[in-house]
């Protein structure tokens, strides 16, 4: 049993994703997006101000393989499946 007052270790963020390209603020919302649409829940870090620096999606450490796994699906199914899975949420509103 956690202690009062001791984060409990699942709740702990681990970095997912971390780019310092000139698209990693794009790729890191879409990332956080795609979590977050599977339920996987996650936070994007980085400064907006200064584009160059590193931008990361954290998720909590007990949901890091299923987020990696969400993501892997996503980059293999292509861009097609992404609009499509778009195009029906869009329907379902």
Partial sequence: MAEPNTPDDSM???????????DAEQEALAIH???EAAGVP?????PTV?????????????QLEE?????????????EAAEEAE???EDAV
Avoid: T, Y
């Avoid at 999606?57 to 007990?62: L, M, S």
């Fill in 12 to 22: 702990e963020m681990v970095p997912l994703f971390s780019s310092s390209n000139h």
């Fill in 33 to 35: 997006s795609l979590l």
């Fill in 42 to 46: 996650s936070v994007v870090v980085g």
């Fill in 50 to 62: 200064i584009p160059s620096l590193e931008f990361r999606v954290d998720v909590p450490r007990d």
């Fill in 67 to 79: 987020a990696q796994r969400v993501v892997e699906e996503a980059r293999a199914a292509g861009p």
């Fill in 87 to 89: 195009a029906a949420s």
